[in-house]
């Protein structure tokens, strides 16, 4: 059954600190999406890969966020350094995008991340 | 960017009934998602659509392109159809969707 794998579910650190969480696309999807999302803002777009290429990451704070994607296994979104403001749920999709738009997306469960 | 309005924010009904949300936006899209959370859950795809409309089981989602407007019909609606239903708009300019503030759907027997 294949589904979209993150870790760690649940993450609970002090401000500072440096997080990073992990996300393991389906097995043939070339298109990675992280998405946080807040009480306050709902569902918000921090960025996305095609074919492992970083098209856009408008929506990371550049000076403290960073998202990459070593292989096709695995892409992974870091804070550093951590502030109580990015206590939220993280989560990672993948799809098979074909030209414009995006296909139908899978979720993996999200990462809760607390920051004290 | 995409504008991207869901009505109602809330909605309690009774078991049985047919329920519709709708979601405007306000720029063109490709496709658009309707996804659907539990509370404190993960986040499943209900529809992508394009065009016209797509039924599976007691769900069924429209499209009107040129309106820019999606709806979401729920028919004989459930207990366990209790969830947020967020609608999300993809392509316009930009691959990644953008999401409504979603729709709070409670049923209750």
């Known amino acids: 059954d294949a589904r979209v794998t993150q870790t760690p579910r649940d993450k609970v650190t002090e401000m500072g600190q440096e997080v990073t969480m992990r996300c393991q696309p389906i097995l043939g999807h070339n298109t990675v999406f992280w998405y946080r999302q807040t009480m306050m803002q709902g569902l918000e777009l921090l960025a996305y890969?095609?074919?492992?290429?970083?098209?856009?990451d408008s929506g990371m704070p550049k000076d403290r966020f960073s998202a990459e994607m070593p292989d096709a296994t695995l892409a992974t979104l870091k804070i550093q350094p951590s502030e109580p403001r990015d206590s939220a749920v993280y989560f990672c999709?993948?799809?098979?995008?074909?030209?414009?738009?995006?296909?139908?997306?899978?979720f993996g469960e999200g990462s809760r991340l607390t920051v004290l | 960017k995409n504008e991207v309005e869901q009505s109602p924010q809330n909605l309690t009904a009774q078991e049985g009934e047919f329920i519709t949300i709708n979601c405007s936006y306000s720029v063109g899209i490709s496709a658009l998602h309707w996804l659907q959370q539990h509370p404190g859950g993960g986040i499943v795809s209900l529809f992508m659509l394009s065009s016209g409309k797509k039924k599976h089981g007691r769900l069924i989602a429209t499209i009107n392109i040129q309106e820019k407007h999606s709806s979401l019909h729920i028919t004989a609606s459930h207990p366990r159809d209790s969830a947020v239903y967020i609608c999300a708009p993809s392509g316009g300019g930009a691959d990644g969707l953008t999401f409504g503030k979603g729709t709070h759907l409670i049923i209750q027997p």
């Open positions: 999709a993948s799809g098979l995008g074909v030209g414009i738009g995006t296909g139908e997306l899978f």
């Open positions: 890969f095609r074919n492992r290429a970083p098209l856009d």
